[in-house]
């Protein structure tokens, strides 16, 4: 995992590591944030309690909003949450960049919390001071993700707070609960730079949420993940216990999903299609090579992170027999070959337009990406977490 130090991106630990199907960290999941006026909008939508006068002639003068109406639209303005630069989908950017972004976008969010919060203080009967107090978390919560320390103690302040208080309902302490154990595993990385250590951690804390919640179904998501980045016969205890759990079914067909991959270790690969470039691909028809099988997307920074270290490898190794098959999860197929050619990508890529539910991706259970599966001389799967160790794996195989 190389590329995860410099790129946490406001994220979660998890994600971080694997673009993902499902969401991890459910106190997220219920965010409600303005969406940005785009110019393709037929107006800007007002923010939520804004008063909007009715349309009239140019010359009208509009109604003046209330200074209460004044402070919660710029609250609302600001409501968004931290977005790198679409760019650095493409060029992986400076360590220095990215440290000023996440300072900027740290300072931003914090002054949005305190906005947040003067605005219960100051307007105490307002119907807006439940949504103003979700914002503060909210902002609290990225800016903390983004390494600002000043927003993790005030959050731990706000969390205690609502954990200690019995009218606190079963939900909302099951989101303070799952944000705890992510920033716990994402602290566990920061401090030992060992991604095996955070997992550890993860797994004990989603453990914890299963004995504290027990008819909860999130922290099986949690496991997911570990299972998806563990060796096979940790991953396969995983699934196996997941399968048989009272999670719910979108889970448990994820955890079916891990299984079918890890039942396909020695067994042929059938993948046929013609790629973007009009070349066809029979994977059958490759045997004598070694081949990798590339499950990624143009939109999944851990992807694009591991493209430097797959093509340092195929420029090494290509001539000794060892070929790339990408499965791209892409739904813009210009977007895609504008990539390819930029990046210089000279193996095939195969693309259908769906997304996660690419034709590939639904047949091999793929529900993270990137996914690296490596195939020897004889055409038999012998590698489902290629992303370690990449051209040590390649040589062994070519060797044999």
Known sequence: ????????????????????????????????????????????????????????????????QSDEDKAWSEIAAQAT??????????????????????????????????????????????????????????????????????????LDTIDAAKL?????????????????VQRAAQ???????????????????????????????EPYRMLLQIATNSPADKARAIAEEIAKSN????????????????????????????????????????KGKVVLIDFWATWCGPCVAELPHVKAAYDKLHEKGFEIVGISFDQDKSALEKFVKEKEMAWPQFFDGNGWKNKFGQEFGINSIPAMWLVDKQGLLREQNARQDLEGKIEKLLAE
């Open 1 to 64: 995992m190389k590329f995860i130090s410099s790129h946490r991106l406001g994220r979660s630990l998890v994600p971080i590591l694997a673009c993902t199907i499902a969401a991890v960290l459910p106190a997220l999941a219920d965010e409600k944030v303005e969406p940005a006026a785009t110019p393709a909008a037929p107006a800007t939508p007002a923010a939520p309690g804004t008063q909007v006068a009715p349309a009239t002639p140019a010359a009208a003068t509009p109604a003046a």
């Open 81 to 154: 949450r931290p977005t790198p630069p679409a760019e650095w989908q493409q060029n992986k950017p400076s360590e220095e960049a990215i440290k000023a972004w996440q300072k900027s976008e740290g300072e931003r969010l914090m002054k949005l919390a305190d906005q947040a919060h003067d605005f219960a203080q100051k307007y105490p009967a307002s119907q807006k001071v439940a949504s103003a107090a979700d914002k503060e978390e909210q902002a609290l919560t990225y800016a903390t993700q983004l390494g600002n320390q000043e927003a993790g103690k005030r």
């Open 164 to 180: 200690a208080d019995t009218k606190t309902p079963e939900n909302a302490r099951f989101s303070i609960r799952a944000r705890q």
């Open 187 to 217: 602290a566990k990385y920061e401090s030992t730079k060992d991604t095996n250590a955070a997992f550890a951690e993860l797994e004990s804390g989603a453990r914890a949420l299963l004995k504290e919640f027990p008819a909860k179904s």
């Open 247 to 286: 999670a719910d079914e979108p889970v448990k067909a994820q955890a079916a999903g891990i299984l079918k991959k890890l039942d396909a270790v020695g067994k042929p690969v059938d993948i046929q299609f013609t790629a973007i470039d009009g070349r066809n691909v029979n994977l059958q028809e490759m």
